[in-house]
T-cell receptor, first 109, second 116 residues
Framework: AQRVTQPEKLLSVFKGAPVELKCNYS??????LFWYVQYSRQRLQLLLR??SRESIKGFTADLNKGETSFHLKKPFAQEEDSAMYYC???????????FGQGTTLQVKP | GAGVSQSPSNKVTEKGKDVELRCDPI?????LYWYRQSLGQGLEFLIY????????KSGLPSDRFSAERTGGSVSTLTIQRTQQEDSAVYLC??????????????FGSGTQLSVL
């Protein structure tokens, strides 16, 4: 079955500390992984996608097929990074995404 | 329009009543999705429309839930005989509908449904 797991509901760090939001997936085919973010009182929006191998707002994520993971990382957290983060898996050739349960990142001053 | 529009933004209803939630996708987007966002459950997929194809209804939790999309644009999600466990934020998203890698979803601001 296709599944995305984000084991942490809440991750709290101090400003300047490194951040890693964990994401594991279950899918037998070739996955496409995404991270979406929802800042307070804003809409859910795309942060980054694995295929682009991009860095957005200092965040990066590497797809590890051996560990079936797509962890989101940032070396130095900022207060404005505080938000809800969702990992998502796209399967097949449709746009349909399967989302994880979400992780709330809280960056303290 | 500028983005995906959902109405109403808030809906309070009594248990057992029917509700309709509306979604206006971005003009030209052929794909439309409904998700449900609740504490502890994350984002649950409900239903997906792509052009004139039969919708993917695999995420609808029960036969009390249904959705339609008229004219390939506006969509309505209907919940019949609402239950308290239906309380959640219902999110709509749209996308260009292509099968290209990196298909990006654009989300609306959601409808907060409260069933008393």
């Amino acid at each position: 079955a296709q599944r995305v797991t984000q084991p942490e509901k809440l991750l709290s760090v101090f400003k300047g500390a490194p951040v890693e939001l964990k994401c594991n997936y279950s899918y037998s085919g070739s996955p496409e992984l995404f991270w979406y973010v929802q800042y307070s009182r804003q809409r859910l929006q795309l942060l980054l996608r694995h295929i682009s191998r991009e860095s957005i707002k200092g965040f990066t994520a590497d797809l590890n097929k051996g560990e079936t993971s797509f962890h989101l990382k940032k070396p130095f957290a900022q207060e404005e990074d505080s938000a809800m983060y969702y990992c998502a898996l796209r399967t097949g050739n449709t746009g349909k995404l399967i989302f994880g349960q979400g992780t709330t990142l809280q960056v303290k001053p | 329009g500028a983005g995906v529009s959902q109405s109403p933004s808030n809906k309070v209803t009594e248990k057992g009543k029917d509700v309709e939630l509306r979604c206006d996708p971005i003009s030209g987007h052929t794909a439309l999705y409904w998700y449900r966002q609740s504490l502890g459950q994350g984002l649950e997929f409900l239903i997906y429309f792509q052009g004139n194809s039969a919708p993917d209804k695999s995420g609808l939790p029960s036969d009390r839930f249904s959705a339609e999309r008229t004219g390939g644009s506006v969509s309505t999600l209907t919940i019949q005989r609402t239950q308290q466990e239906d309380s959640a934020v219902y999110l709509c998203a749209s996308s260009g509908g292509g099968t290209a890698t990196n298909e990006k979803l654009f989300f609306g601001s959601g409808t907060q449904l409260s069933v008393l």
